[in-house]
């Protein structure tokens, strides 16, 4: 009887001590579970182990820009992402402990591309503000930047100083890309001057903005609206591209127009524009943003008077 008894006791105790190892086991398959959760939908656990705490998390933002855009954003000689845009960006960057902000170089068609697929959360591409692309995009309402548009002819068409003038006289326009800013300045003008018209000729190849100065030079075309900071560097600076062209040509201003990064709709919202439209206000006020601008652009951009953007 005893012995039939130290059996059951036996028997019970080996019962417990089997369903008490089930239960770790199970414990830890749920804990392993949920652990690759997390790393599948990229948070982060809290491992500190101090209770009531939680490790926040950190958004990356990817902008991508293009590595020749002086002096707004490009790459430099020791391979870094500069530039008064990317500078900006990342003073914003510091306000925002809840962002990291990234930087990549690609091309200008890639950059959106990438936006529009989500690819890129934002774009640096010296653009300007247009209805086309705010249906596209979430353009803030405060300006990263600034450009001063011109036309550039040759010296004997210097008293050519306005798009009313190169209507007037018939001259005849660099290939422009359909969308871009500089096009839609044109596109603009002809829509205010149905009689009095410029002749577009449209091109996908976004390589004409860099040939224009040879072309014009060389009398292929007549006129190009381009930006002062692509005159200053591809023409006046002794080492541009066309700068055996100096002589031959002529630059002249006739709207400033403010520029914006394009943010993209599909990683991006009306939330986190207020807080970059909110924190960009806030460097230009107390005199970061200029600081940067005068240091690239060699003059305060931000002092403009625009005539054009939102």
């Not at 839609?184 to 190849?205: F, R, V, W």
């Amino acid at each position: 009887m005893k012995k039939k008894l130290l059996i059951t006791l036996l028997s019970l105790l080996m019962l417990f001590m089997s369903s008490g190892l089930a239960g770790c086991t199970n414990t830890g398959e749920t804990t392993s579970s949920a652990a690759a959760a997390q790393a599948a939908s990229g948070t982060t656990a809290d491992t500190s182990g101090e209770e009531g705490t939680s490790a926040a998390d950190v958004r990356v933002l990817t902008f991508a820009y293009t590595a020749e855009g002086v002096p707004y954003a490009y790459t430099d000689e020791d391979g870094n992402a500069t530039g008064s845009d990317i500078e900006i960006l990342k003073l914003i960057d510091e306000e925002l402990p809840d962002y990291e902000f990234q930087f990549v170089a690609t091309s200008y068609d890639d950059i959106y591309i990438g936006l529009q697929a989500g690819t890129y959360d934002g774009g640096l591409t010296n653009s300007f503000y247009t209805e086309e692309r705010n249906e596209k995009y979430l353009i803030p309402t405060e300006n990263l930047g600034g450009s001063l548009a011109g036309l550039l002819v040759r010296k004997e068409n210097a008293d050519v100083v306005t798009l009313a003038d190169v209507a007037d006289q018939g001259l005849k326009l660099v290939p422009m890309k359909s969308g871009d800013g500089m096009t839609y300045q044109i596109e603009a003008y002809n829509e205010e001057n149905p009689d009095h018209q410029i002749t577009i000729e449209y091109t996908s190849d976004t390589n004409s903005w860099n040939l224009a100065a040879g072309w014009i030079a060389e009398g292929r075309y007549d006129v190009a609206s381009t930006l002062k900071t692509s005159w200053e560097s591809t023409v006046v600076a002794e080492d541009g591209a066309y700068h055996q062209y100096y002589d031959d040509l002529s630059f002249t201003v006739y709207k400033t127009i403010k520029t914006y990064p394009m943010l993209s709709r599909a990683t991006l919202d009306e939330d986190f524009v207020q807080l970059f439209e909110d924190t960009l206000k806030k460097l230009k006020e107390d005199g970061r943003a200029s600081e940067i601008a005068e240091k690239f652009y060699g003059e305060d951009i931000f002092s403009y008077t625009y005539t054009e953007g939102r």
